[in-house]
């Protein structure tokens, strides 16, 4: 018996009568039709979310071989079968994201296994591997196979926006320490996805946007579909069915999609103020759709949360009008204060007291507004800040709440006009007929509390002299609170040194250190942050550095701050460090100078690890500096200080000194983008290639660099230079023996057999600009390429890649996959640099050419002749349309169904190709606009076919417009051969002008 049905006996006699037995994950894989028999009940146990993740859990279990070596999960049935199992009840939940992340009361989904279970559902839905979701066209994919592109997308910028909630991090009990490492471990594969979904934010948002122009119906995948597709039903096409699958009408897939992207848009605007109109556009279509659709099946959405985000984004774009019966209350204030009418503001809030229609804490939120203001220095403001927490108070007051503190504070210096004010407030506050006897009742306590809390008697005279509080306190309790305030005056008077008020030194130091943190948060000018920090030291012992949870330094420097004894100087080191990485992140270099000179001025009298430690940080300020105005066009040459301070760097060695790699990387990235090849290659110490890798690599591509112009035997370097990068991309392999005996290879993805991880060499690049080195590295990946793709007939093309070598001795170790996306990777960032750069142009059409992305492909052969041309203007060279170019560019057009556009196409080759040109004008059905391409036809012989083909066909319009194309005079085979060719040229240009029209 296996230890799990062994446990599963023990339930069973250990249970109470009665007790349901919860079913096991594995009974599912022996019984097929128990999973929808099960989620059928009304109250399944376990629920539907704990068992997608038990079986996904199941399916993602490392083996152990013979040699008890852990290994990848296997790729067998049951795997396989435990996957589609997870699909199934995602599918029963009809893919609705809210239950799937929320979940039930004790399960829900966490971000890896959500990745995990999407990533399944686009694997059997057939979307292309290795292909951006943002490069494909939705309307020409499968229904199952575009809506599991959209949920994908729809999931990743939900969970952007969900992970900029902050959340209340749970501190383990005793009990709990063995956790912490499992819960780590979830913690970085959740941050890595994280990042990656923060980078793709973009693609995903343009992948939306672009569902939202399907205007039809659309299917996702149920039980039955992947049922049929495990089945291999497939292969006759029925689950790619416009009718396959659950339908989801387009306006109420279009509301759920409208909504995804409001939030993301939201999230957005605080660091992008346009993006907030964004949101607003995106939440009126909601809310449009919401009140179009009778049912609401498919759209999962809090509309209180739509509301909220609705009233946020009218108030934050300044379209607050009145007329908006949602939005009134909100709208009408917060127009107010952009129109700068204060008094109207105090006027509303006064006249809400009585309806009671703005939320509570909308109102306080609406002070603390005002008081930042003031704090920032618009003293002008002060009196109205008193005035709405005087108008909160008695809101407050009347509900029966406990009075602020800031109210308190107000009452230790009063004066008779605020005094005033506060009754004008209390009388205007309470209904004129008839008010309730609660409020009443509230408003009196109210009246004797302000008396109490008021030492000055002339002012208790006031309020005890009013109309509303002889109308709403009896005459015993008015006599007896008079006296009262009398004897204690007397006992005031008498007291060398009155006795505090209750709310006085405590809520006074308390909203000091609330305010100094607030400062300590916003300044950037260190002698402030010096002060600010003095004076809070001097009102509590507590670690400052902790006040902002977003203020982090690199880990590699953690220790040796903490390690400060004196606690002030801990904290202003710590923040000046924050600070000024926070600084240089937003390209505000200015401010960075400024801290981390500060702190280098501060850590140099008492530690001198820590005066290298921002020396070398410094340092990196400034390549960033240099390097941010290259990128933004400054062609000014890095100074020579800076040349030398990066070489020191380089052959820095000082024992116990914590370094961050990004360091040293961005010193070599830095030398080869100012080509300091000399360096690199003659002057670098021994040692020093050795043991950093990253000097290693710019070693090579420098030398690889330096020698492509020159003879063929002189390339020993890029030899050194393929055999890295081939290390890079390879993974480890092993053998195992199967049962039937035979040998097989299993590929460990996560190798270090290369000098550094793929990722770190593809961050490592994305920060070179040099072109030549990048020409370089997009030969080297597209020689790679061809080579691990064995394809003849498809090949990716580039520069210099002769200097390669033509074959691999271990091509099974090489990850193809991993090349493949490193070629889209490298190539599409090189062009986000230059995208009038020719070579890379056609590389990256090749790619989409391969991949049969023909519409991708020809835009892009048409933008490398364009930038060639002068937009046409001249003839494309032929080094650029080459035969092979035109070859691929005809077969994009071939499969696009534009035969009129191959056949003129075909007349651009060295030797026309009649045979293709005359198969294409065959063709009954052209997507073109066919006769209107005549006039580009300078070939008599495909003129003469295509008037004898709309003979044949009886389309006599068509037959005269190519007789009238036939008959113009230039293309008379008797003119001279400069004629003919002036034609020629003259209807190429115009040609290629109208197809960039047509696809840019």
Same mark, same amino acid.
């Given at each position: 018996?296996?230890?799990?049905?062994a446990?599963?006996?023990?339930?069973?006699?250990?249970?109470?009568?009665?007790?349901?037995?919860?079913?096991?994950?594995?009974?599912?894989?022996?019984?097929?039709?128990? +999973?929808? @028999?099960? %989620?059928?009940?009304?109250?399944?146990? &376990? =629920?539907? /979310?704990?068992?997608?993740?038990?079986? !996904?859990?199941?399916?993602s279990?490392?083996?152990v071989?013979?040699?008890?070596?852990?290994?990848?999960?296997?790729?067998?049935?049951?795997?396989?079968?435990?996957?589609?199992?997870?699909?199934?009840?995602?599918?029963?939940?009809?893919?609705?994201?809210?239950?799937?992340e929320?979940?039930?009361?004790?399960?829900?989904?966490?971000?890896?296994?959500?990745?995990? +279970?999407? @990533?399944? %559902?686009?694997?059997?839905?057939?979307? &292309? =591997?290795? /292909?951006?979701?943002?490069?494909?066209? !939705?309307?020409?994919?499968?229904?199952?196979?575009?809506?599991?592109?959209?949920?994908?997308?729809?999931?990743?910028?939900?969970?952007?926006?969900?992970?900029?909630?902050?959340?209340?991090?749970?501190?383990?009990?005793?009990?709990?320490?063995?956790?912490?490492?499992?819960?780590?471990?979830?913690?970085?594969?959740?941050?890595?996805?994280?990042?990656?979904?923060?980078?793709?934010?973009?693609?995903?948002?343009?992948?939306?946007?672009?569902?939202?122009?399907?205007?039809?119906?659309?299917?996702?995948?149920?039980?039955?579909?992947?049922?049929?597709?495990?089945?291999?039903?497939?292969?006759?096409?029925?689950?790619?069915?416009?009718?396959?699958?659950l339908?989801?009408?387009?306006?109420?897939?279009?509301?759920?999609?409208?909504?995804?992207?409001?939030?993301?848009?939201?999230?957005?605007?605080?660091?992008?103020?346009?993006?907030?109109?964004?949101?607003?556009?995106?939440?009126?279509?909601?809310?449009?759709?919401?009140?179009?659709?009778?049912?609401?099946?498919?759209?999962?959405?809090?509309?209180?949360?739509l509301?909220?985000?609705?009233n946020?984004?009218?108030?934050?774009?300044?379209?607050?009008?009145?007329?908006?019966?949602?939005?009134?209350?909100?709208?009408?204030?917060?127009?107010?204060?952009?129109?700068y009418?204060?008094?109207?503001?105090?006027?509303?809030?006064?006249?809400?007291?009585?309806?009671?229609?703005?939320?509570?804490?909308?109102?306080?939120?609406?002070?603390?507004?005002?008081?930042y203001?003031?704090?920032?220095?618009?003293?002008?403001?002060?009196?109205?800040?008193?005035?709405l927490?005087?108008?909160?108070?008695?809101?407050?007051?009347?509900?029966?709440?406990?009075?602020?503190?800031?109210?308190?504070?107000?009452?230790?210096?009063?004066?008779?006009?605020?005094?005033?004010?506060?009754?004008?407030?209390?009388?205007?506050?309470?209904?004129?007929?008839?008010?309730?006897?609660?409020?009443?009742r509230?408003?009196?306590?109210?009246?004797?509390?302000?008396?109490?809390?008021?030492?000055?008697?002339?002012?208790?005279?006031?309020?005890?002299?009013?109309?509303?509080?002889?109308?709403?306190?009896?005459?015993?309790e008015?006599?007896?609170?008079?006296?009262?305030m009398?004897?204690?005056?007397?006992?005031?008077?008498?007291?060398?040194?009155?006795?505090?008020?209750?709310?006085?030194?405590?809520?006074?130091?308390?909203?000091?250190?609330?305010?100094?943190?607030?400062?300590?948060?916003?300044?950037?000018?260190?002698?402030?942050?010096?002060?600010?920090?003095?004076?809070?030291?001097?009102?509590?012992?507590?670690?400052?550095?902790?006040?902002?949870?977003?203020?982090?330094?690199?880990?590699?420097?953690?220790?040796?701050?903490?390690?400060?004894?004196?606690?002030?100087?801990?904290?202003?080191?710590?923040?000046?460090?924050?600070?000024g990485?926070?600084?240089?992140?937003?390209?505000?270099?200015g401010?960075?100078?400024?801290?981390?000179?500060?702190?280098?001025?501060?850590?140099?009298?008492?530690?001198?690890?820590?005066?290298?430690?921002?020396?070398?940080?410094?340092?990196?300020?400034?390549?960033?500096?240099?390097?941010?105005?290259?990128?933004?066009?400054?062609?000014?040459r890095?100074?020579?200080?800076?040349?030398?301070?990066?070489?020191?760097?380089?052959?820095?060695?000082?024992?116990?000194?914590?370094?961050?790699?990004?360091?040293?990387?961005?010193?070599?990235?830095?030398m080869?983008?100012?080509?300091?090849?000399?360096?690199?290659t003659?002057?670098?110490?021994?040692?020093?290639?050795?043991?950093?890798?990253?000097?290693?690599?710019?070693?090579?591509?420098?030398?690889?660099?330096k020698?492509?112009?020159?003879?063929?035997?002189?390339?020993?370097?890029?030899?050194?230079?393929?055999?890295?990068?081939?290390?890079?991309?390879?993974?480890?392999?092993?053998?195992?023996?199967?049962?039937?005996?035979?040998?097989?290879?299993?590929?460990?993805?996560?190798?270090?057999?290369?000098?550094?991880?793929?990722?770190?060499?593809?961050?490592?690049?994305?920060?070179?600009?040099?072109?030549?080195?990048?020409?370089?590295?997009?030969?080297?990946?597209?020689?790679?390429?061809?080579?691990?793709?064995?394809?003849?007939?498809?090949?990716?093309?580039?520069?210099?890649?002769?200097?390669?070598?033509?074959?691999?001795?271990?091509?099974?170790?090489?990850?193809?996959?991993?090349?493949?996306?490193?070629?889209?990777?490298?190539?599409?960032?090189?062009?986000?640099?230059?995208?009038?750069?020719?070579?890379?142009?056609?590389?990256?059409?090749?790619?989409?050419?391969?991949?049969?992305?023909?519409?991708?492909?020809?835009?892009?052969?048409?933008?490398?002749?364009?930038v060639?041309?002068?937009?046409?203007?001249?003839?494309?060279?032929?080094?650029?349309?080459?035969?092979?170019?035109?070859?691929r560019?005809?077969?994009?057009?071939?499969?696009?169904?534009?035969?009129?556009?191959?056949?003129?196409?075909?007349?651009?080759?060295?030797?026309?190709?009649?045979?293709?040109?005359?198969?294409?004008?065959?063709e009954?059905?052209?997507?073109?606009?066919?006769?209107?391409?005549?006039?580009?036809?300078?070939?008599?012989?495909?003129?003469?076919?295509?008037?004898?083909?709309?003979?044949?066909?009886?389309?006599?319009?068509?037959?005269?417009?190519?007789i009238?194309?036939?008959?113009?005079?230039?293309?008379?085979?008797?003119?001279?051969?400069?004629?003919?060719?002036?034609?020629?040229?003259?209807?190429?240009?115009?040609?290629?002008?109208?197809?960039?029209?047509?696809?840019?």
């Amino acid at each position: 018996m296996s230890a799990e049905a062994a446990d599963r006996v023990a339930a069973v006699i250990g249970s109470r009568p009665g007790t349901p037995l919860q079913t096991s994950w594995f009974e599912f894989l022996l019984d097929d039709g128990l +999973l929808e @028999n099960h %989620l059928q009940k009304s109250n399944p146990d &376990p =629920p539907p /979310v704990q068992l997608i993740i038990q079986f !996904l859990e199941q399916a993602s279990k490392p083996s152990v071989n013979e040699q008890n070596q852990v290994q990848p999960p296997a790729d067998n049935r049951r795997n396989r079968t435990l996957k589609l199992l997870a699909l199934k009840v995602a599918a029963h939940m009809k893919w609705d994201l809210d239950s799937l992340e929320k979940g039930f009361v004790h399960f829900s989904l966490t971000i890896p296994v959500l990745n995990m +279970l999407l @990533n399944e %559902l686009l694997c059997v839905s057939k979307v &292309p =591997p290795g /292909v951006k979701h943002v490069d494909l066209d !939705l309307s020409t994919l499968p229904p199952t196979t575009a809506m599991a592109v959209i949920i994908y997308n729809r999931w990743a910028i939900r969970t952007i926006v969900l992970s900029s909630f902050p959340e209340k991090q749970t501190k383990p009990g005793p009990h709990q320490m063995n956790m912490l490492s499992i819960v780590q471990q979830e913690k970085e594969m959740t941050d890595n996805i994280l990042t990656v979904l923060k980078e793709q934010a973009t693609d995903s948002v343009s992948v939306l946007e672009g569902a939202l122009r399907l205007k039809k119906d659309f299917y996702i995948h149920t039980l039955r579909t992947l049922d049929l597709l495990a089945s291999d039903a497939a292969a006759n096409g029925e689950t790619e069915s416009s009718t396959a699958g659950l339908r989801i009408s387009a306006d109420e897939f279009h509301c759920q999609v409208h909504y995804d992207l409001g939030a993301i848009f939201f999230q957005q605007g605080c660091t992008d103020q346009p993006a907030y109109e964004k949101a607003r556009d995106h939440f009126r279509q909601t809310n449009d759709l919401l009140k179009k659709l009778d049912s609401t099946i498919h759209v999962h959405l809090d509309e209180k949360r739509l509301a909220g985000y609705w009233n946020a984004c009218k108030a934050l774009t300044g379209d607050c009008g009145s007329s908006d019966p949602q939005t009134t209350p909100y709208g009408h204030i917060n127009s107010l204060i952009r129109a700068y009418n204060y008094q109207a503001v105090i006027e509303a809030f006064i006249k809400d007291n009585m309806s009671r229609s703005l939320p509570n804490h909308f109102r306080r939120s609406v002070l603390r507004e005002f008081m930042y203001k003031v704090q920032q220095g618009d003293l002008g403001l002060d009196e109205v800040c008193h005035k709405l927490c005087v108008c909160n108070a008695v809101r407050d007051a009347l509900e029966g709440e406990v009075l602020g503190v800031r109210f308190q504070q107000l009452l230790l210096k009063p004066s008779k006009r605020m005094v005033d004010f506060i009754l004008e407030v209390c009388t205007r506050s309470l209904e004129k007929d008839r008010p309730a006897e609660t409020p009443r009742r509230n408003m009196a306590i109210f009246m004797k509390t302000l008396c109490e809390s008021l030492e000055d008697l002339s002012l208790v005279f006031v309020v005890s002299s009013h109309k509303l509080f002889m109308e709403l306190l009896k005459e015993e309790e008015r006599k007896l609170l008079v006296e009262q305030m009398r004897k204690r005056s007397a006992t005031i008077n008498l007291s060398a040194k009155p006795l505090p008020s209750f709310y006085d030194i405590p809520a006074l130091a308390s909203v000091n250190i609330g305010q100094l943190e607030q400062q300590l948060i916003l300044s950037l000018e260190p002698r402030r942050i010096r002060q600010i920090l003095i004076e809070l030291h001097g009102m509590a012992e507590r670690p400052f550095w902790k006040v902002n949870s977003k203020w982090e330094v690199p880990p590699d420097y953690i220790n040796v701050i903490l390690g400060i004894k004196d606690n002030l100087t801990k904290d202003l080191v710590y923040i000046l460090m924050a600070k000024g990485l926070h600084c240089i992140a937003i390209k505000d270099f200015g401010h960075a100078r400024q801290l981390f000179s500060a702190c280098l001025e501060l850590v140099t009298e008492f530690s001198p690890k820590l005066r290298q430690v921002m020396l070398n940080e410094m340092l990196l300020l400034e390549v960033r500096a240099h390097e941010t105005m290259a990128a933004e066009g400054c062609k000014e040459r890095p100074p020579p200080d800076l040349v030398s301070r990066v070489r020191g760097y380089l052959e820095m060695r000082i024992h116990d000194l914590p370094l961050r790699q990004v360091v040293g990387e961005e010193c070599v990235a830095f030398m080869l983008n100012w080509r300091e090849n000399d360096y690199l290659t003659l002057q670098v110490p021994p040692s020093l290639v050795m043991n950093n890798p990253y000097i290693k690599l710019g070693q090579l591509l420098a030398s690889t660099c330096k020698e492509l112009p020159g003879p063929k035997e002189s390339r020993r370097t890029a030899k050194e230079l393929w055999d890295v990068v081939v290390q890079i991309c390879s993974v480890s392999i092993q053998h195992k023996r199967n049962s039937d005996g035979r040998v097989g290879l299993i590929k460990h993805r996560e190798s270090s057999m290369g000098i550094l991880h793929r990722s770190k060499f593809i961050t490592f690049i994305k920060k070179l600009r040099e072109p030549l080195v990048l020409t370089t590295l997009i030969s080297l990946f597209v020689k790679l390429h061809s080579i691990v793709r064995d394809d003849i007939v498809n090949e990716v093309t580039a520069e210099h890649l002769s200097i390669w070598p033509s074959s691999l001795p271990n091509i099974q170790a090489v990850d193809v996959e991993a090349v493949a996306v490193t070629v889209k990777e490298l190539v599409s960032y090189a062009l986000t640099l230059n995208p009038n750069n020719q070579s890379w142009l056609i590389t990256q059409a090749d790619i989409y050419f391969v991949t049969n992305q023909y519409s991708a492909a020809l835009n892009l052969y048409l933008q490398a002749g364009a930038v060639s041309s002068d937009f046409f203007t001249k003839a494309v060279s032929p080094d650029v349309y080459t035969d092979q170019v035109l070859k691929r560019m005809i077969k994009c057009c071939s499969m696009m169904n534009c035969h009129t556009q191959v056949a003129v196409l075909c007349q651009f080759l060295r030797e026309v190709d009649y045979m293709t040109a005359f198969k294409a004008l065959q063709e009954p059905n052209s997507h073109d606009a066919m006769d209107s391409f005549y006039d580009y036809i300078w070939d008599v012989t495909i003129l003469e076919y295509l008037t004898h083909i709309h003979h044949k066909r009886g389309e006599t319009e068509k037959r005269q417009i190519a007789i009238k194309a036939i008959g113009q005079t230039e293309l008379n085979t008797s003119n001279p051969e400069e004629v003919l060719q002036l034609a020629a040229q003259k209807r190429k240009k115009r040609f290629l002008q109208a197809m960039a029209k047509l696809y840019f």
